[in-house]
């Protein structure tokens, strides 16, 4: 809580110091006195057949709202339930399959009643967030987290701004605990973050590179005429030597020029670079980007094994976000 004098005197600048001064001391205290029972809520949390029901009123509603979404978006299904809307009928959407946490700073909030009934009469698993140790909510939970009892951060020390900091975190701690336990990786992240930014840091090269009928691929015998029509047809600028199904070399603009004189009684083989920069399916595109600025090219082979399997192109890349 912000000190009587300091209401009106302090800048702004001051008085937001003085507030994230006011809650990194309660996370600190959070992090040293965290709950004994958290490992044993992460546990239960794990075997649950269901979703994670989170819930709140008030300012703890929305941060219980954030925390169901993580939860969901780092591989434990859960939703976010007002406790209003329970009251009157969405308390059908809790099945004893499920588990609910409700938040409440002081454990008493009056809103949060027919929850706490519910989970008793269907025997739901019940985990409390508060900092109200001998609590309503606590002393109906089957585990709880209980917070410090740390002040907030406005002059009045009422809005809740220290207690949803430490609720937020507290949530997020739970979710990476579990992220953890599950083996959650890059790749599952991936399938649950297609869009925007973060699906596109982690795109694989497979989910964009030309293939097939698309490739521009010639054979060492392919006459230079033949070559450039391929070349030009097919639009990406160079050409994958392909023999015996093993991708041998490339042509690119580079290798025509150092080859001008006589180009066209030559065949492909003979101007072809062997040995071309490739990368694999896999690789993340973000990375293959990074790989073609480095090397100042626009082109790269995709292989498994020897085997040309795509191309790539860096508008590719950037079509797809990665920058």
Known sequence: MLPEQ???????????RTVLATESAALARLGDELPDSFDAV????????????????GKSGHVANKIAA????????????????ASHGDLGMITPADAVILISNSGETKELADMIAHCARFSVPLVAMTKGADSTLARAADHVLLMPDAPEACAIGMAPTTSTTMA???????????M???????????AFHPGGTLGAQLLRVSAVMHRGEELPVVGADTPMSETLLVMSQKGFGVAALV??????????????????EGLMERRAGEVATRGPLVTAPDTLLIEALGIMNTTKRTVLLVTEGETLVGL??????????VA
């Not at 300091?6 to 937001?16: F, G, K, W, Y």
């Not at 992460?42 to 009123?57: E, N």
């Open 180 to 190: 953890q336990h599950r083996g959650f990786d890059r790749a599952s992240f991936a």
């Open 168 to 178: 937020m975190a507290l949530g997020d701690a739970l979710a990476v605990a579990m």
């Open 312 to 321: 790539l192109h860096i508008h590719d890349a950037l079509r797809a976000g």
């Open 42 to 57: 992460v546990t239960r949390l794990l075997q649950v057949q269901g979703r994670v029901i989170v819930s709140g009123m």
């Open 243 to 260: 023999e015996d199904g093993r991708l041998t070399g490339i042509i690119t603009d580079g290798d025509l020029r150092r080859n001008m």
């Open 6 to 16: 300091s209401r009106m005197t302090d800048s702004p600048s001051a008085v937001a």
């Open 70 to 85: 993580t939860f969901a978006s780092t591989g434990t299904p859960a939703q976010g339930v007002h406790p209003g809307e």
